[in-house]
Antibody, heavy 113, light 107 residues
Framework: QVQLKESGPGLVQPSQTLSLTCTVSGFSLTSNSVHWVRQPPGKGLEWVGAIWSGGSTDYNSALKSRLSISRDTSKSQVFLKMNSLQTEDTAIYFC???????WGQGVMVTVSS | DIQMTQSPPSLSASLGDKVTITCQASQNINKYIAWYQQKPGKAPRLLIRYTSTLESGTPSRFSGSGSGRDYSFSISNVESEDIASYYCLQYVNLPYTFGAGTKLELK
């Protein structure tokens, strides 16, 4: 069955780089896109970006200067890297397939010194 | 970027009521709108895609409609398990954009 699972550090210092991994199973990254969505505590959902089946990427306009999404198809993993982190980047980060209904459980990332 | 204006931000309903949430896009999104339900501490759950296509497992009391810029999502006969937040998402143009959400509470 289709599964996605996020992993990464729970705490990142301000100005540092966030690195998250989404490990997928039950489908191929070369045939399907994977998206990242985040949700600050108590707030709404924000689309972060995506990597498409061909390997191209698209990003949220407000984040694109700090954001990179890549993948390792042999390991069925998608990576998110965001630099120059600020407290406003504190959020739960989800990987998902849009508009399919498959989501990871999310990983909470706190930006704090 | 396409802006999704979702209303109301919150909604109070009694069990058995019908409730409706709307999303207006800043431009035509050609029915490429999805609706999600989210309960506290959980990942969002996709209920409806392409305006009105119910996902497998979505109860028939949920429905969606609309075209062009204007879309709506309804729950007929609200049940206690429907208490949650709801979000619309346009996925026709990049970057994809969510509505701000609607919190459904029991009256």
């Amino acid at each position: 069955q289709v599964q996605l699972k996020e992993s990464g550090p729970g705490l990142v210092q301000p100005s540092q780089t966030l690195s998250l991994t989404c490990t997928v199973s039950g489908f191929s990254l070369t045939s399907n896109s994977v998206h990242w969505v985040r949700q600050p505590p108590g707030k709404g959902l924000e689309w972060v970006g995506a990597i498409w089946s061909g390997g191209s990427t698209d990003y949220n306009s407000a984040l694109k200067s700090r954001l990179s999404i890549s993948r390792d198809t042999s390991k069925s993993q998608v990576f998110l890297k965001m630099n120059s982190l600020q407290t406003e980047d504190t959020a739960i980060y989800f990987c998902t397939r849009i508009p399919k209904g498959y989501w990871g459980q999310g990983v909470m990332v706190t930006v704090s010194s | 970027d396409i802006q999704m204006t979702q209303s109301p931000p919150s909604l109070s309903a009694s069990l058995g009521d019908k409730v409706t949430i709307t999303c207006q896009a800043s431009q035509n999104i050609n029915k490429y709108i999805a609706w999600y339900q989210q309960k506290p501490g959980k990942a969002p759950r996709l209920l409806i895609r392409y305006t009105s296509t119910l996902e497998s497992g979505t109860p028939s009391r949920f429905s969606g409609s609309g075209s062009g810029r204007d879309y709506s999502f309804s729950i007929s006969n609200v049940e206690s398990e429907d208490i949650a937040s709801y979000y619309c998402l346009q996925y026709v143009n990049l970057p994809y954009t969510f509505g701000a959400g609607t919190k459904l509470e029991l009256k």
